[in-house]
């Protein structure tokens, strides 16, 4: 244990560190001014909507948390009556942690989500520069939980079983909530989203967050539960699988106690360092930028980053410089991916004006020129994933074969390594997409709703920027879990003499069953996910019609009469809820069919298909939604005709559409992705004893 026992002193020190910075944050953003009685009761409001989704929510998930612990400790990693019972009960406790520090890290941050938001919206009515920090201070609470957790819970389970295997457990029980809670947010949040806007600024031809429309709390609402706790819980899970997947090819390495395992450490703890450091300088510039300050803060991270591990690779014993080559150019190929989403999704740049354009023409040529620059978006971060998954392979293979696919893991780390200010940025966009909502709710006036409105389009650009990175990570984080895959089965396969897979021959018609079915299950969990937005949203339009028919006044804002936010709140909620698990569920069951029917050469075809057509998916649905997005939002700033033109109808079109991609499917295809995975890696003894064809 001696070559790992200071770097795990090191990573203690980084947790309690960004846990202490943490509250700072948390305290200094309650400090700010709050005087608007009507904004502290709406923010109120988003409040209490927002904790009694995620209440219901968790109790739901608590019970299929309770259902899988029973199944891992009866199945996994052996059938319990094989007699291995302290093992299975160690990955069933393992489960159960990952599922609790992922919620833990999604309460927290709408805990503060919650109360930024409205000090934000004031904070606008006096500066850019001092509601951007609340923002952004405001989100990076929960970014420092997130890595927190993450590396903490990683650390105490190998700590206290120093089995890498494990930790698949531990990664499973994030990822399985991360699933469900991305696609519940994200069902929640786009329900309320589109009901508004479509019978908001369609029909009635009202402002977005115009205090008359009965959806405007629970679009509110939604923003937390889909943007910063589902994506807390979905970056949980990318963070937690990479490093457990490297740290399974490592405790092959070296026996998980050597240079490769503390590499893994020491590289995530440095990442957690760099984050506070890019975090706590993090400001808008004279100019104004809200959208430059963000970019510079996560380039003056990565650079921070690659510095402290270049020092600590020379300075540590046993420490290799081709794995910090692989780690670098993860990382770096991670933020070329950010600049290319944003080249795609920001307003300054010309795809976002040429979309805007189109819609002068209508809706039909909104929706086409979206559709057809979203999938143009996906080829330079296909294209990187594959170069940096190819370029850490060969590096690191000199080092010996096994080190190739750990050299790939190493890429997925580095590319999550800066993982506290990507959270950051990304929990920043919903509290000041609130804020601007409250600004308008509060009559904060029209300087404040636009500098809110400047803060808001910075955020979906970011946004978008932060989910192609996400879906990059997840690319590189399971084709590192292929690899642990891999190594799982030819464990099982030798302990019963059997012949060893050195691949997945894709002219093998098992592997080709796996590839086709597995390619599928993307498109068809997306669609699962849309149908329940599709439905919720009409669901919730009708109930909007009706209040503006039956309440006397509504329509004309007559001083008193006030809409039933609450029957909004409880569609959206009970919808979600419904929804919530079907998709989900669908994913893993197809997983454990398509093993016992064809074994583990199927599976390893299944997750080739899966991986391969998830990431195109999710880069496309995600890419596209910011393109309309800020299409729209490029229009209301008086661009094209302004706002109640008919290019803007048809950009709201547009966002309708890509509402649904880029919030509710699209980022969640990359956890389903990691689940399948997992499942793969955790049954794959169950598939080589029990399969029809395997």
Same mark, same amino acid.
């Given at each position: ?77 052996? #059938? ?7 093992? !299975? ?16 890290? &999604? ?30 201070? &405001? ?33 499973? &029980? ?10 519940? &947010?994200?069902? +929640?949040?786009?329900? @309320? ?18 205090? $008359? ?45 050597? *240079? ?8 995530? @703890?440095l990442g957690l360092i760099a984050s506070i450091i890019g975090i706590a300088f993090a400001k808008v510039g004279k100019d104004g930028n809200p959208t430059g300050a963000l970019n510079f803060s996560t380039y003056s991270t990565t650079a921070i980053f690659l510095v402290l591990t270049a020092i600590a690779t020379a300075l540590i014993d046993g420490f290799e410089w081709r794995i910090w080559g692989a780690s670098a150019v993860g990382l770096i190929v991670g933020v070329i991916i950010g600049i290319t989403t ?14 805007? !354009?189109?819609? $002068? ?17 996906? =080829? ?9 998954? /190819? ?24 590319? /999550? ?12 966009? #919903? ?81 080709? +069953? ?13 669609? =699962? ?29 007559? %001083?008193?009469?006030? %809409? ?17 698990? %079907? ?26 298909? !899966? ?7 999710? /880069? +496309? ?28 109808? @048809? ?13 509710? *499917? ?29």
């Open positions: 244990m001696n070559a790992i026992v200071p770097i795990y002193a090191l990573c203690f020190l980084a947790v309690a560190i960004a846990f202490a910075f943490a509250v700072y944050l948390h305290l200094w953003v309650k400090r700010q001014r709050t005087e608007n009685k009507r904004i502290m009761e709406v923010s109120q409001l988003i409040h209490e909507g927002a904790n009694t989704f995620m209440r219901k929510e968790y109790r739901i998930l608590a019970l299929f948390a309770g259902v899988a612990a029973v199944v891992i400790f009866l199945l996994l990693p052996s #059938p319990i009556w094989n007699g291995n019972i302290l093992e !299975n009960l160690s990955m069933a406790l393992a489960y159960i942690a990952g599922t609790v520090l992922s919620a833990l890290a &999604g309460k927290i941050g709408i805990l503060v989500a919650t109360s930024a938001n409205s000090r934000a919206a004031e904070a606008a009515s006096r500066s850019l520069k001092e509601a951007f920090l609340v923002g952004f201070r &405001g989100g990076s609470v929960m970014g420092l939980a997130v890595v927190g957790f993450s590396l903490l819970g990683v650390m105490a389970v190998l700590l206290v079983t120093g089995d890498a295997t494990i930790l698949l457990g531990f990664s499973f &029980g994030a990822s399985s909530l991360a699933l469900f809670a991305k696609a519940g &947010g994200g069902i +929640f949040t786009k329900t @309320a989203d589109v009901a508004a806007d479509l019978t908001g600024k369609v029909e009635l031809g009202i402002p977005e967050d115009d205090p $008359r429309n009965p959806a405007v709390i629970a679009d509110n609402v939604g923003d937390n539960v889909g943007d910063v706790a589902g994506m807390g819980a979905d970056l949980f899970d990318s963070n937690v699988a990479a490093m457990a997947s490297a740290l399974v090819m490592a405790q092959a390495l070296d026996g998980g106690t050597g *240079a490769n395992a503390a590499m893994v450490f020491c590289y995530a @703890a944003d080249y795609f999704t920001d307003d300054t740049r010309p795809i976002v004006r040429r979309v805007a !354009n189109a819609s $002068r023409s209508g809706s039909a040529f909104t929706v086409l020129s979206g559709v057809s620059y979203g999938f143009i978006s996906c =080829m330079p971060a296909m294209v990187g994933i594959a170069v940096s998954a /190819l370029v850490a392979y060969q590096l690191c293979a000199p080092l010996g074969s096994d080190y190739a696919l750990f050299g790939i893991a190493m890429a997925a780390v580095g590319m /999550l390594s800066i993982v506290g200010m990507i959270i950051s940025n990304d929990a920043y966009g #919903p509290i000041v997409d609130n804020a601007r909502g409250l600004a308008e709710m509060g009559g904060l006036g029209e300087e404040t709703i636009r500098i809110a409105d400047e803060l808001d389009s910075a955020g979906n650009t970011v946004k978008a920027v932060t989910k192609g990175f996400s879906i990059g990570a997840a690319g590189l984080t399971v084709i590192s879990l292929l690899g642990a895959y891999l190594s799982e089965v030819n464990e099982t396969l030798a302990s019963l003499g059997r012949e060893l897979l050195t691949g997945f021959d894709i002219m093998n018609p098992l592997v080709f +069953f796996g590839v086709l079915i597995g390619a599928a299950i993307p498109a068809v969990f997306s669609a =699962m996910l849309m149908l329940g937005v599709d439905k919720n949203a009409q669901r919730m339009v009708r109930e909007i019609r009706r209040q503006f028919r039956r309440i006397p006044g509504l329509r004309q804002g007559e %001083p008193g009469v006030k %809409p039933d936010y609450d029957t909004c709140i409880d569609i959206a909620t009970e919808g979600a809820l419904k929804e919530l698990i %079907p998709a989900g569920g669908m994913t893993i069951l197809a997983t454990v069919i398509v093993g016992f029917i064809g074994g583990p050469e199927a599976i390893g075809g299944f997750l080739l298909g !899966n991986i391969v057509s998830g990431l195109l998916l999710a /880069l +496309f649905m995600s890419n596209a939604g910011g393109l309309w997005d800020n299409s729209k939002k490029y229009i209301e700033a008086g661009h094209c005709g302004g706002k109640g033109s008919k290019a803007h109808k @048809a950009a709201v079109t547009g966002d309708t559409v890509g509402d649904p991609f880029k919030d509710t *499917a699209g980022p969640s295809i990359n956890t389903q992705i990691t689940v399948v995975s997992l499942v793969a890696s955790l049954m794959s003894s169950l598939f080589v004893a029990f399969s029809l064809f395997g």
